[in-house]
């Protein structure tokens, strides 16, 4: 049984940064495809940043330049370094993983598409 477990969010100024962790357990094979999403209050969950493990990166637009998605093998554990944040990134965060090909994981992936779930980590950014 995959579990996520979340931490590193909260609340930030404008232009500040934040790192959230995602520490993985419980699996025999590691999942090839990991991600952060988020999901604001009445929209629905959207991807962020996924990162197929040694083929890649993908990023949404959203975030492009001022997000960074890293997976570090020895720790099992998933990073989001966000820098420079504004008042449009605020969201519950969750990260999320699965086995996917490369070409489903590195493009915008639907929410839908993952089955194994963080329990979310809160940012908000004031201005």
């Known amino acids: 049984q995959v579990q996520l477990v979340e931490s590193g969010g909260g609340s930030v100024q404008a232009g500040g940064s934040l790192r959230l962790s995602c520490a993985l357990f419980?699996?025999?094979?590691?999942?090839?495809?990991m991600g952060w999403f988020r999901q604001a209050p009445g929209k629905e969950r959207e991807g962020v940043a996924t990162?197929?493990?040694?083929?890649?990166?993908y990023y949404a637009d959203s975030v492009k330049g001022r997000f960074t998605i890293s997976h570090d093998n020895a720790k099992n554990t998933l990073y989001l370094q966000m820098n420079s944040l504004i008042v449009e990134d605020p969201a519950m965060y969750y990260c999320?993983?699965?086995?996917?090909?490369?070409?489903?994981?590195?493009?915008?992936?639907?929410?839908?598409?993952?089955?194994?779930w963080g329990q979310g980590t809160q940012v908000t950014v004031s201005s």
């Open positions: 990162i197929y493990t040694g083929s890649g990166t």
């Open positions: 419980g699996y025999t094979y590691s999942p090839n495809c």
């Open positions: 999320g993983v699965d086995w996917l090909r490369a070409r489903e994981c590195l493009r915008p992936v639907q929410a839908t598409t993952v089955h194994y």
